[in-house]
């Protein structure tokens, strides 16, 4: 019977009062969201925290609102709402792109974004997205709250900026006016983790050119975006050629491995065939977009 | 610890260790063994149990993480004797056969049907896209939530006009 070790649980009532608990029990406490990564993972013995603080009644971090040019998202939104919001996806259609193919439904009713840039797993799709939408994570600790891009949240695999003693409560996304994104992901079934999935965000200029770019790869060993296949994609018309040139250059940047999900060739062609696929896409939907 | 919730509309106060799964309380502590445990990997679905109306994984909720909520499990489908509509939709139409994946099948169905009294068919197929089956190919597990959706309780139909108003308790005794 595969249960987690022994521990001991508190319930947070607010995000000062799980700081405190975080602080009051020390490095082998954590705090757990929709523990849908650390449950699995104390199952496996993979984490053993002594304590575990629940955060689930932290209503104060469970929203999206949108605040001048800031879409901000609680830490503790579910993937379901976050699936759900219509202002997400008219803002931000990479979110729904990726919502729809993360894991399933029920499980989509308990996970949050929060749980999900923190487990930082190399294959976690929100990771890509806010990578690419260059998003800002607010954290807070003992020493008050700090502002982190993304660029510098994640450490590497299953490390992040956030420290034992601190919690992720909100992701900033900015909205930009003429902007598009896409995400597209290869899966072995419904529900699985990513053989492969790329992310791309574009800002037109007004005539038309590609101002701004950010392209990403999940599950194939990249730190952050793919600048040089930015640099190739920023001051040009969108076309084909481009997108072509763009993800040669990522599929060439990524640093795949050769697991049960499939070989190396296979997933490099497809980090090639999908990063033309959301550029494409994110192209066309920033030519569209009436507002943003 | 101590934990309380509500479980099929009963209160229920327990002792337990904190590392206690809900599908285990339930089945364990609480001795209703129709939840099923089929699966260490969240994958499989036949634990799913409604938590405050919502489908859940309860291998992958801790009881002490239910404490204060509300738990539906496949034991409360029934209502003052009578199937629930996707109980007799499940009979209908030869939704189970072994009938391991069952009794999440039937909650996540009843979450779907409470939001959207006429799902079409893929729609179906996705809420139940976190849930294996092994035996039914899933197409009559489909056109069983189907039969559901087109008799639905006597209860349902004030909130939904286009239900027949049928009574399903004079065709079945539970
Ligand atoms: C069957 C299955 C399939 C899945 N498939 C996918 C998939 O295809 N793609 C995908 O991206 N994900 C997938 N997931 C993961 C899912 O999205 C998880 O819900 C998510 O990774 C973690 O969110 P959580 O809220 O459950 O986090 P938890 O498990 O509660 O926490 C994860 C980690 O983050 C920490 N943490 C959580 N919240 C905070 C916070 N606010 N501040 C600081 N630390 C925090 C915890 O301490 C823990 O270390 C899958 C999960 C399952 C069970
Ligand atoms: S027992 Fe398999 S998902 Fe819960
Ligand atoms: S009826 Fe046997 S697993 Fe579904």
Not at chain 1, 123 to 146: F, H, M, N, Y
Not at chain 1, 221 to 231: I, N
Request: glycine content about 10%; charged content about 25%.
């Amino acid at each position: 019977m595969q249960i987690p070790a022994p521990f001991d649980y508190e319930r947070a009532s607010d995000v000062a009062n799980a700081l405190a608990l975080l602080e009051r029990h020390g490095p082998e406490s954590r705090a757990i969201a929709g523990g849908h990564s650390l449950l699995p993972m104390m199952k496996l013995r993979l984490a053993r925290p002594e304590w575990l603080i629940d955060i689930n009644d932290l209503a104060e971090l469970d929203f999206i609102r949108r605040e001048g040019d800031q879409l901000c998202v609680g830490a503790l939104t579910r993937h379901t709402a976050l699936l759900e919001s219509t202002e997400v996806a008219g803002l931000f259609p990479i979110v729904r792109d990726a919502e729809l193919v993360i894991a399933d439904p029920v499980v989509r009713n308990r996970g949050t974004i929060g749980g999900s840039l923190c487990q930082a797993d190399p294959a976690e799709d929100l990771s890509t997205v806010c990578d690419v939408l260059r998003a800002k994570a607010v954290i807070r600790g003992p020493g008050g709250e700090r502002i982190v891009p993304m660029s510098d949240f994640h450490r590497g695999p299953y490390e992040t900026a956030v420290a034992q003693n601190e919690l992720l409560c909100e992701i900033r996304f900015t909205i930009r006016p003429r902007s598009g994104s896409a995400y597209e992901k290869v899966e072995r079934r419904v529900g699985d983790w990513a053989v492969v999935a790329a992310g791309a965000a574009v800002v037109l200029s007004a005539d038309g050119t590609i101002e701004e770019a950010a392209v990403g790869l999940t599950s194939v060993g990249l730190d952050g975006t793919v600048g040089e296949a930015e640099a190739v994609l920023r001051g040009q018309q969108p076309q084909e050629d481009l997108f072509v040139e763009a993800a040669r250059i990522a599929a060439a940047a990524c640093h795949p491995v050769d697991d049960q999900r499939g070989p190396v060739d296979y997933k490099r062609h497809l980090a090639d065939e999908l990063t033309r696929r959301v550029l494409r896409r994110a192209c066309v939907r920033a030519t569209g977009a009436e507002e943003g | 610890m101590q934990v309380s919730m509500t479980v099929n509309g009963e209160a229920v106060t327990r002792d337990i260790e904190p590392r206690v799964l809900l599908v285990h309380f339930i089945r364990e502590n609480l001795g209703l063994t129709g939840t099923h445990w089929g699966c260490d990997t969240s994958n499989c679905g036949t634990c799913v149990v409604l938590m405050d109306g919502q489908p859940v994984k309860s291998c992958t909720v801790l009881a002490a993480m239910a404490d204060g909520h509300d738990i539906r499990t496949v034991e409360g489908l029934v209502v003052g004797g009578a199937l629930d509509p996707v109980q007799q939709g499940f009979m209908e139409e030869h939704g189970l056969q072994c009938g391991f994946c069952t009794p999440g099948m039937m909650l996540t169905a009843r979450a779907l049907l409470d939001r959207n009294p006429h799902p079409d068919d893929s729609e179906i197929r996705q809420a139940i896209s976190g849930q294996i089956c092994r035996c039914t190919g899933y197409a009559t597990i489909v056109r069983s939530v189907q039969w559901a959706a087109a008799h639905p309780a006597v209860t349902d139909t004030a909130a939904d006009g286009a239900g027949t108003g049928e009574s399903n308790s004079e065709e079945v005794t539970a």
